[in-house]
C-alpha cells in the first residue's frame, strides 16, 4: 500500500509552546489529508479535513486558531498546536486518500504522541 | 447523523479459532464504504479489509473476512484461526460521499489467548 509518513512520533513540549507535526505522502499525490486526535482507550476523532491549496474544514468544536493546518503540497500537510497546554496531551494521526471516493482506503501516518508539561 | 457502533468494547478469543467483531452503521446514504483497521499498541492503524455498499459479495483478505449484511446494516468482522499476533484495538469506520473522511466506530480490543 501506499505510504504516509508522520513525524514526530513523540514530543513534549512545555505548556504555551507550539508543536508542528509533519504529514508527508510518499508515493501518491494526496488531495485530501485528515487529521484526527486519540485519546487512551478512545476512538479516532476527525479534527480537520484539509485539501492542497485551500483553507481547513474543522469540525465542530475543534479550535481552528488553536489547530492551525496547512496543506500547502500534494504530499505535505502540517498540524501545528499553538500555546499547548497540559490537555492537548494526546495521540494525533493524519491520513490522506488519493481521491475522494468512498472506496478508495485511507493511508494512516504512525501517529505523533504529543505530551505537553 | 452518520454513526458507527462497535458494541463489543473487549473480546477474548483462544489461539487459532475464529472470533466475530460485530460492527453496525447508520446512514441513509446509497454509497458508502466500510472498512476494518487493527491499531496495536504502537498506534499505527493498519487497514484489514473494505467492503463497498454496492458489492454484492463479502470481502476477504486472507485470514479477514467481512460479513455484509446491507438490510440490517451491519459489516461484522470474522478473524478466522487467531493468533497471538492478532492481539490489538479493531475499529470499523465508513466513508460517505462527505468529502471522504472517515467515521470510527468505538473500537474493540481483541485479546487472543495462548
Known amino acids: 500500500g501506499a505510504v504516509v509518513s508522520q513525524h514526530p512520533s513523540r514530543v513534549i513540549c512545555k505548556s504555551g509552546t507550539s508543536v508542528k507535526i509533519e504529514c508527508r505522502s510518499l508515493?501518491?499525490?494526496?488531495?485530501?489529508m485528515f487529521w484526527y486526535r486519540q485519546f487512551p482507550k478512545q476512538s479516532l476523532m476527525l479534527m480537520a479535513t484539509s485539501n492542497e491549496g485551500s483553507k481547513a474544514t474543522y469540525e465542530q468544536g475543534v479550535e481552528k486558531d488553536k489547530f492551525l493546518i496547512n496543506h500547502a503540497s500534494l504530499t505535505l500537510s502540517t498540524l501545528t498546536v499553538t500555546s499547548a497546554h497540559p490537555e492537548d496531551s494526546s495521540f494525533y494521526i493524519c491520513s490522506a486518500r488519493a481521491t475522494v471516493v468512498t472506496g478508495t482506503e485511507a493511508f494512516f501516518g504512525q501517529g505523533t504522541r504529543l505530551t505537553v508539561v | 447523523a452518520q454513526k458507527i457502533t462497535q458494541t463489543q468494547p473487549g473480546m477474548f478469543v483462544q489461539e487459532k479459532e475464529a472470533v466475530t467483531l460485530d460492527c453496525t452503521y447508520d446512514t441513509s446514504d446509497q454509497s458508502y464504504g466500510l472498512f476494518w483497521y487493527k491499531q496495536p499498541s504502537s498506534g499505527e492503524m493498519i487497514f484489514l479489509i473494505y467492503?463497498?455498499?454496492?458489492?454484492?459479495q463479502n470481502a476477504t483478505e486472507g485470514r479477514y473476512s467481512l460479513n455484509f449484511q446491507k438490510a440490517r446494516k451491519s459489516a461484522n468482522l470474522v478473524i478466522s484461526a487467531s493468533q497471538l499476533g492478532d492481539s490489538a484495538m479493531y475499529f470499523c469506520?465508513?466513508?460517505?460521499?462527505?468529502?471522504?473522511?472517515?467515521?470510527f466506530g468505538q473500537g474493540t480490543e481483541l485479546s487472543v489467548k495462548p
Open positions: 508515493d501518491f499525490q494526496a488531495t485530501t
Open positions: 467492503q463497498g455498499s454496492y458489492d454484492e
Open positions: 469506520a465508513a466513508s460517505y460521499n462527505q468529502g471522504g473522511k472517515l467515521i
